[in-house]
């Protein structure tokens, strides 16, 4: 089985697809398999982080920027890749740290995930962005 999905974002966030995700494991029938995600994107990455205190991801957000701050940000002069504004090299150097893609275990239907675990498509560019994560189900 194979699904795309599309996720709007509106500046740097975790948004959790993880009910979108299941949902479209439901729908399918999925069984017992694997399941695997990429965003199609150079600017975003996905994440299986804590879902139950949305201070983690404020405090995950705010580490990215300590490490990847904006090309204007004296710290970061020596970037050279500036197309898309001072958000843009940074937005890859994030996605470069961070996952792009994901495999998941799926047992009866369910993804296996922890009890505190959920998997957010983590947006690094400032402007509001329509991306999309390609989803693979192999199993039965």
Known sequence: MIATFTVETRGPACHDITGKVAGWLREEGAQDGVLTLMVRHTS??????????????HDLLGWLDRIAPPA?????????????????????????????????????????????????????RRAPHRRQIAAAFLGG
């Open 44 to 57: 975003c990455s996905l994440l299986i982080q804590e879902n139950a205190d949305p201070d983690v991801q």
């Open 72 to 124: 204007d940000h004296p710290s970061m002069s020596w970037l050279r890749h500036r197309d898309e504004g001072p958000d843009d090299m940074p937005a890859h150097l994030k996605a470069a740290v961070l996952p792009v893609s994901l495999q998941v275990p799926v047992a009866a239907g369910r993804m296996m995930l922890g009890t505190w675990q959920g998997i957010y498509l983590v947006e690094h």
